[in-house]
């Protein structure tokens, strides 16, 4: 089982996230003197998605088969990979159809719950190794199929 928890992003101290999604808490000082704190996976994402995408070409989403907050349910798509991956799948991609006759290239990861997950995630009936969820993204590729 492949575990995701390091993975993360280098941000600029400056930008404010919740201590418990840091996985340098202390920063880690550049040569120019900047700090940079690391942070989780999950957070990078949901950072991610709340940035607009004017082209509305890409969108990023945390789900769950069990969601704390509603935003986070899966649709029809995730949901089938959510299935997926609890049983075992590294990961799904794949494309799908929207609206408009548009064609979406679609991926999703799981995420584990890892222990400082089960702080707020045990409720659920999580246990450390558990498939908490999905990282999704969604990329609007129809302009990329028509151009071949």
Not at 3 to 29: C, Q, W, Y
Not at 39 to 44: A, H, K, R
Not at 99 to 113: D, M, Q, T, V
Request: glycine share 8%; net charge positive.
């Amino acid at each position: 089982m492949e575990h995701h928890v390091r993975d993360g992003i280098f941000l600029d101290s400056s930008v404010k996230v919740p201590e418990k999604m840091k996985i340098t808490p202390g920063g880690v000082l550049a040569t120019d003197g900047r700090r940079f704190t690391q942070i989780l996976f999950p957070e990078m994402i949901r950072l991610l998605s709340a940035v607009p995408d004017k082209t509305r070409k890409i969108r990023f989403h945390l789900t769950s088969l069990k969601p704390l907050n509603p935003k986070n349910a899966p649709d029809p798509w995730e949901r089938s990979a959510l299935l997926r991956v609890e049983k075992g799948e590294p990961r799904v991609y794949g494309f799908s159809k929207a609206p408009g006759n548009r064609e979406l290239f679609r991926y999703l990861r799981p995420i584990y719950a890892e222990k400082m997950c089960l702080d707020c995630h045990a409720i659920q009936g999580y246990h450390l190794g558990d498939v908490r969820g999905g990282a999704s993204v969604t990329l609007d590729v129809t302009d990329l199929i028509w151009a071949f």
